[in-house]
C-alpha cells in the first residue's frame, strides 16, 4: 500500500536557525509528492510540490527534492522565523485523487 | 473569495446523536473530500466525490455518509455519534482528478472540531 513516515516532533528550533523535516515513503506507482503547512486554528495549505524525480519543489524560502533512490522527500529552510511555527505534512497521491499523508510534524521556533 | 467553508467550527454532541457537517465550495471544483485529523496519525479520507451525484468510500467511512447533489456542497452526516468520532474533520475540493499533476491543488476549509461525549 502507499504510506508517508515523517519525524516526530516537535522539532524546537531558534529564529535564523537551518531545518530539516525528514519525510520517506512507500508507493506502488510512481507518486506526486506534497508538503502542506497548517497554521494554528487554520486548515491545510499547500506548500510545495514536485511530480516526478530529481524534481525540487520550492515556497516561502523552503525547499523539497523528490529522490527515488531513497525514496524521500525531506523538507528544508536555510533560516526559520517565528512566523513558520506550524505542523507540516508530506504527503503522496498516485494516479491523482487521493492524498495520503504523514502524520505531521510540529515545528515551533523561538525568537 | 471564500474558497471552502466549513460549518461549524465547534460542535459538541452526546452519544447517539446524528448531525451534519457542512461543507460548501464555491471554485466549481468536481473533486471534493472528507478526512479527519487525529493526533498522530495525520489526515485519514474519510469519503470522497468526483462530481455531483457520485461518492466513493474512503479509508475511515463507517459511521459517516455522505451525498453530493450540487457541485458546490458535500455535508458529512454523523449518523448515531461516538465518542471515537472525536476529531478534527477537513473538507477540501480540487479542480479534478490528477493531484499530482502540475495544475491541480487542494484546497482545505478551516475545519470543524467535534466532541462526542
Known amino acids: 500500500g502507499n504510506s508517508v513516515t515523517q519525524m516526530e516532533g516537535p522539532v524546537t528550533l531558534s529564529e535564523e536557525a537551518f531545518l530539516t523535516i525528514n519525510c520517506t515513503y512507500t508507493a506502488t506507482g510512481y507518486p506526486s509528492l506534497f508538503w502542506y503547512v497548517q497554521y494554528p486554528g487554520e486548515g491545510l495549505q499547500l506548500l510545495l510540490k514536485a511530480t516526478k524525480a530529481d524534481d525540487k519543489g520550492s515556497n516561502k524560502g523552503f525547499e523539497a527534492t523528490y529522490r527515488k533512490e531513497t525514496t524521500s522527500f525531506h523538507l528544508e529552510k536555510g533560516s526559520v522565523q517565528v512566523s513558520d511555527s506550524a505542523v507540516y505534512f508530506c504527503a503522496l497521491s498516485v494516479y491523482g485523487n487521493k492524498l495520503v499523508f504523514g502524520a505531521g510534524t510540529i515545528l515551533r521556533v523561538k525568537s | 473569495n471564500a474558497g471552502v467553508t466549513q460549518t461549524p467550527k465547534f460542535q459538541v454532541l452526546k452519544t447517539g446523536q446524528s448531525m451534519t457537517l457542512q461543507c460548501a465550495q464555491d471554485?466549481?471544483?468536481?473533486?471534493m473530500s472528507w478526512y479527519r485529523q487525529d493526533p498522530g496519525m495525520g489526515l485519514r479520507l474519510i469519503h470522497y466525490s468526483v462530481g455531483a451525484g457520485i461518492t466513493d468510500q474512503g479509508e475511515v467511512p463507517n459511521g459517516y455518509n455522505v451525498s453530493r447533489s450540487t457541485t458546490e456542497d458535500f455535508p458529512l452526516r454523523l449518523l448515531s455519534a461516538a465518542p471515537s468520532q472525536t476529531s478534527v474533520y477537513f473538507c477540501a475540493s480540487s479542480s479534478g482528478f490528477g493531484w499530482g499533476t502540475s495544475n491541480t491543488e487542494a484546497f482545505f476549509g478551516q475545519g470543524t472540531r467535534l466532541t462526542v461525549v
Open positions: 471554485m466549481n471544483h468536481e473533486y
